[in-house]
């Protein structure tokens, strides 16, 4: 039986689909008066410049690539200087045929998709706005790793047979800080320690609190929980570092800001969250189900006879 081809109509003219790895970009450029053809390129800035020059000395107007990693970005933004429409695709909604997995099929398959007028492309923020995300995004990451620190430090407190979790509702509050500083400097008289920083609002008894934190600190745990405050009071510093790089970006959308906290339950660092995950140019979604969907927030579709399937939602975006 013979097989039989199915053509696509093409909208776009010329068109070069891209395969982004970490060290190659494999192009391949098809369209009304050139040649198909693909040719690999290197990563390096040079490379990706040879790129440009070829697709616009072919007048290929418009490209596509996969939101693969890290690896697009550097891509994009060599690849902006040139008169070329770039769409970054989520790699989901482009797979190629089973068994047909190879570099110049998948960039062939995306140049193919692309001319058909068959991709859309993802958000991209601008510059300025991707600044923002990735401060406001490492800060997310520093927050987690001072709590996971405190945690450890509970654990140790607990290897210690130090019941403080027991007797205090807040382990990285003041009264909890000020107990833990004085046990890791060796404080022997308990009842004074704990008699410096005790307050009506502790449900627990001066007297509980001392059975408490009587508990067997040795040397090595003491050494550990050192490192673990030293390892928290860098990342404090840092933290405040990147709260006044945050601050220094987040200037020109003050009004943005302002607006976002009349929303209940929304306050300043929620607002920053937002603008940087989403931005301030509201015309790039067709719709609010269209924002939805962008930020995970909306179930897909997937029925199948008359039943509807669960399906995951979007965890995070490369983009």
């Known amino acids: 039986m013979a097989k039989r081809t199915v053509e696509f109509e093409q909208v776009i003219e010329r068109g070069c689909g891209l395969d982004v790895h970490r060290d190659t970009v494999v192009a391949t450029v098809m369209g009304k008066g050139i040649q198909t053809e693909t040719r690999t390129f290197g990563t390096t800035t040079s490379s990706l410049k040879e790129l440009g020059e070829w697709l616009e000395r072919l007048q290929v107007t418009d490209g596509a690539m996969e939101s693969t990693g890290i ?41 193919k998709l692309l001319i058909s007028g068959l991709l859309k492309g993802s958000f991209i923020p601008p510059e300025n706005i991707q600044a923002l995300r990735d401060l406001h995004r490492y800060k997310k990451k520093l927050v987690g790793t001072v709590a996971s620190e405190k945690n450890r430090i509970i654990r140790v407190l607990e290897d210690a047979n130090i019941k403080l979790s027991s007797v205090v509702s807040d382990t990285s509050g003041v009264t909890a800080t000020y107990l833990i500083k004085g046990l890791i400097e060796g404080c022997k008289d308990l009842e004074k320690l704990v008699s410096e920083c005790y307050h009506k609002k502790l449900q627990a008894t001066p007297e509980q609190i001392v059975e408490a934190i009587n508990g067997r600190l040795t040397p090595h745990l003491t050494f550990l929980l050192k490192a673990m405050q030293k390892h ?34 929304v306050g300043r660092e929620g607002a920053i969250g937002i603008v940087a995950e989403i931005g301030v140019d509201m015309g790039v979604f067709p719709s609010e189900h269209h924002l939805a969907s962008h930020s995970g927030m909306c179930p897909g579709n997937n029925e199948s006879a008359g039943k509807k399937k669960a399906q995951e939602h979007d965890r995070g975006t490369n983009t």
């Open 232 to 265: 928290i009071q860098s990342v404090e510093e840092q933290l405040a570092e990147i709260d006044a790089e945050i601050e220094r970006h987040i200037k020109d959308f003050e009004k943005e800001v302002e607006l976002l906290q009349t929303i209940p339950g």
């Open 71 to 111: 690896y697009w970005k550097p891509v994009l933004h060599v690849l902006r200087e040139y008169p070329l429409n770039l769409l970054v695709v989520n790699a989901r909604h482009i797979k190629n045929v089973p068994g047909r997995k190879t570099d110049k099929a998948d960039s062939q398959w995306i140049c």
